[in-house]
């Protein structure tokens, strides 16, 4: 029993504390791919395989041109890697084979049948060898949600991951393979979406006799407060990882060995209730949402555009939907924050709306009266739905800002406008808010929260997005779209209709939008949007419709615009009509 072992409380036993059992296979395992990774070679074939040709192969196929439609995982991947040769295939394998080495998400049948799926059109043979079987039945966390639901994702990073370290110098990578806190570095500093329980598995994997198999960054917090000071008399470092080091000479048995945090006693220190480390199931693929389930559902933009935005979107972390009234800004927010989810979760996606009285006290952190008539530090939205994403690593989510520049939004965020930059999301940028809790520490969001605010760019009484608002978003102009899904909306909608009458609505209001944007009193952003135009269920003559909605939408509209033309808005409102 080491030294360390006589600081245990008499009611806590060293030898009662259980280990991680059946570790060393998935140990082995990890640290042969992780050797090849660094010197070549392959454990499904007797070539090299890891090479950057190959690597940049994957990266071209699976990570620059990712498939956005709703289809299967295998399906996607089929057509991914169709026509690439044995040595990117059994790359990605070999990558595949590394993402589910820890994991108790699948059996150890499936992950085999896993690795045959993707090498079944494979020239070359191959075979899984047995260090590599055994720690496939010998998992030693529960992969969760994440391991499933966002699987493309994780396996992308890895390839980035591995194209990146070959652009590192030698002794870099070296230390790296040497020092867990340098791997940790590694990791956490490799291209790509964040991914927070894959990049702790990859952290885990890299040096398995430092880290623990722990993926949640939030057990892992909740550890170290259980046990410092109060079980181990000192107090804790700023650095988790270190501080659950500390617990591991402190509590294994043997060297070597890892405690086991999820059991008693030592889970009866930290665990308010019975944490459940079985994974989630595997969500089917019809529950899968991308960019082109938003097209399914009716969205008139292409889904190249708007997997650009949502590509743009993981990179800044908070987007804006400007445009001009009637775009559909609002209901195709909602719908981008679940194809960045990947699936629709509502509980991830919060939706609230500026209006001018909005302030920070509203938004992030106000005094509000009690039940007792007391005044109560109460939290709003963007910090209840930050917590509530910090508390769900590996799930984004999105706070929906309607109205964004209706109120004044450097007001309503203080400052959080430093905090939500994406670059500021950690706990070396903390700040402290305008309203603390007592010994509060000072606040960062987390890295999986994302913004995305809609805005009214027609309304002049609405405010200015000053600049320094305008570096933490990216924008995204949402035009009226009247082209072809709009048209076979509208023949679906009118089934008895001419598709030439469908064509020539459309024309007189893009003419319309010509004249609007032509117009230097008005410009773009006044411009009718196609929602004024998309019946719902309850329309049935396409005439009688299109006349009420020129007659109670736009007529009013272009009266507005032109009050001091008439003429000109009652030219127009007859252009829309002539002849029907």
Known sequence: MSSESQRVPATLSIEDVEVIEHEEPVRIAAKRIFAIARDGGSILTDHDVWTTENLETLLEKCVRAPDVSGASFFEKIEKQLHGVDDGARLLFAEIFILQMLPIAQYKSSTKMENIDRILKDAVDSYEIPRYVREAFESPVFGGGMAFSLRRFHQLA???????????????????????????????????????????????????????????????????????????????????????????????SPESGETPQFYSPPLSEYWMEQQVDPD???????????????????????????????????????????????????????????????????????????????????????????????????????????????????????????????????????????TLLENTKRSKQDALELTYMHTDEAAFHLPENLYVVGTMNTADRSLALVDFALRRRFAFFEV???????????????????????????????????????????????????????????????????????????????????????AQRADDAVNALLKEL
């Open 157 to 251: 990073l890895m390839i980035e991951l591995f194209l990146y370290m070959k652009t590192l110098p030698e002794e870099e990578v070296a230390l790296a393979y040497a020092e867990p806190l340098e791997w940790r570095t590694l990791i956490s500093n490799c291209p790509g979406t964040r991914e927070a329980s894959l990049r702790g598995s990859l952290t885990y994997l890299g040096h398995p006799e430092y880290f623990f198999p722990i993926v949640s960054q939030d057990h892992k917090q909740k550890i170290v407060d259980a046990f410092f000071p109060k079980v181990t008399g000192t107090s804790p470092s700023d650095d988790v990882d270190v501080d659950l080091a500390e617990l591991r000479a402190l509590f």
């Open 479 to 565: 035009e009226p779209s009247l082209g072809e899904a709009w048209k076979a909306h509208l023949t679906r909608q009118f089934r008895g209709e001419k598709p030439a009458l469908i064509d020539e609505l459309g024309r007189r209001i893009e003419t319309l939008n010509a004249q609007i944007a032509e117009d230097p009193s008005l410009g773009k952003a006044f411009r009718m949007g196609h929602a004024y135009f998309t019946p719902g269920n309850e329309a049935t003559d396409l005439i009688d419709w299109f006349r009420s909605v020129v007659r109670s939408s736009i007529e009013p509209q272009l009266a507005e615009y032109w009050y001091d033309n």
């Open 279 to 417: 994974p989630d199931p595997e969500p089917v693929a019809d529950t899968i949402y991308t960019v082109e389930s938003i097209v399914n559902d009716g969205a008139f933009h292409g889904a190249a555009q708007l997997q650009n935005i949502v590509g743009r979107w993981q990179e800044t972390r908070n987007i804006v939907l400007q445009g001009a009234p009637g775009t559909g800004k609002t209901w195709l927010a909602k719908r981008l924050a679940y194809a960045l989810i990947g699936q629709k979760l509502p509980e991830a996606v919060r939706s609230v709306q500026f209006h001018p009285g909005t302030s920070y006290e509203d938004f992030v952190r106000g005094w509000r009266p009690g039940a007792d008539g007391k005044l109560t530090l109460v939290d709003g939205p963007l910090i209840q739905h930050a917590e509530l994403a910090r508390k769900n690593p590996d799930i984004p989510h999105v706070l929906i800002i309607e109205e964004f520049n209706r109120g004044n939004p450097a007001q309503a965020l203080g400052e959080m406008l």
